[in-house]
């Protein structure tokens, strides 16, 4: 029978020791994981029953103490607080600050005396035009006025014939009545040619009524024009500037005639101090705002109408304003606050507020002055609502 390898056998033996060796390991190990693991899977599925906010007898939301650190309440006050209203603004030309100028007289145009951007003077002249109504007009002018010379020496006439004795009453008259009625036709006559304008025969000069700057050219030499048509020339005067500012409906009760603003414009580099003049009466159907007027405390050197920016109007809340984070809305419409009624215990109210201003609400009703109402954290108090904001 043969002999067994020594070495062989060592080996056998030693590879036995280190399988099971392992085994206890990992038993071990198993032993040692398992109360942990236990636990853990405990606290994910079953959590303490006291971490929910829970409902007292008088309808209250109590909260756990150690989740009271996480709110914050504040005091309602009655004082009145200045935001800032921030909307679009541009700037724009005066009511009166331009004057359209259209054509007296249906004709033709045969000379323009201006161009865009010319500066002029109040009466001088900007184009002229061939109307053959000039023409008529001025001629009726000048019969109208003969006849009145010769109704007038007529009168006077009669008038010297009465003081002699050999006068006729009637043709005195009849001398007064083609007076009068000379008179009304020179009066139509030259009221007629007044609207035509200065000239002669059957040109019209067009003149500037203001002084300002031409902003804009709408016509060109031989073209035909009619009274009533379209603008021919705009005049503007470029010191009679505002800026109009687009304001909310639901934000105009808040703005006041002489309230303080700066104004950011794209060709300013810096705030430009302004004041509302004027809040508009009507609002814009589609914007759902009205313009509110500002005027520039300061003049502000090349501010051309047409500018955009924005505009921040300084107003007054009266009344009480919280946080915007402390209004919660259920349901999607109903607006809710949390006021304390005790070191762990608040109550639900149901609110009516404005429109959120530079990160705070306006309360209308609901609560009132001394009210400690919950201003952070109330999303723990009543997880099934949302934040205003």
């Excluded at 059957?202 to 902003?215: H, K, L, Q």
């Excluded at 050197?301 to 920016?309: D, I, Q, S, Y």
Aim: proline share 6%; with cysteine; net charge positive.
């Amino acid at each position: 029978m043969p002999r067994a390898d020594p070495g062989k056998d060592l080996a056998k033996r030693v590879r036995m020791s280190r399988h099971r060796i392992s085994l206890l390991g990992l038993l071990v190990l198993a032993v040692a994981v398992a109360p942990a693991c236990t636990e853990t899977r405990g606290g994910s599925v079953d959590p303490p029953s006291d971490a929910a906010p829970t409902l007292g007898a008088d309808g209250s939301v109590r909260l756990p103490k150690a989740s009271l650190r996480y709110l914050r309440v504040e005091t309602v006050r009655s004082a009145d607080e200045t935001f800032e209203l921030r909307v679009p603004a541009r700037a724009e030309f005066r009511d009166g600050a331009v004057s359209r100028v259209g054509a007296p007289a249906g004709g033709r145009i045969i000379a323009i005396s201006v161009k865009s951007g010319d500066r002029v003077r109040a009466g001088q002249p900007l184009l002229t035009i061939a109307s053959p109504d000039a023409a008529a007009a001025r001629n009726a002018l000048a019969a109208a006025r003969a006849a009145l010379r010769d109704a007038q020496a007529g009168l006077t006439r009669q008038q010297r014939m009465m003081q002699e004795g050999v006068g006729i009453e009637r043709e005195r008259l009849e001398a007064e009545f083609r007076l009068t009625s000379a008179q009304a036709e020179a009066d139509r006559a030259e009221a007629t040619a007044g609207l035509v304008g200065d000239g002669r025969g059957a040109e019209i000069n067009v003149r500037s009524p203001m002084s300002g700057t031409v902003i804009g050219l709408k016509t060109s030499v031989g073209a035909a024009v009619e009274p009533g048509g379209e603008p021919l020339i705009e005049v503007g005067d470029p010191d009679a500037i505002w800026i109009v500012a687009d304001v909310n409906d639901r934000e105009l009760a808040l703005v006041r005639e002489g309230s303080s603003a700066d104004v950011f414009l794209n060709a300013s580099d810096t705030p430009l101090a302004a004041r509302v003049v004027s809040i508009g009466s009507v609002v814009d159907n589609a914007l759902r705002t009205a313009p509110v007027r500002l005027a520039l405390t300061t003049p502000a050197a090349g501010l051309r109408p047409g500018t955009f920016g924005r505009a921040r109007i300084k107003t007054i809340a009266q009344g009480a304003t919280l946080p915007a984070e402390a209004v919660l809305i259920r349901g999607g419409k109903d607006c809710i606050v949390y006021v304390a009624k005790g070191d762990d215990a608040f109550e639900r109210r149901s609110v009516v507020v404005g429109r959120p201003l530079d990160g705070r609400v306006q309360v209308l009703s609901g609560v009132a002055p001394g009210d400690r109402v919950v201003v952070s954290g109330a999303l723990l108090l009543d997880g099934s609502a949302e934040q205003l904001l």
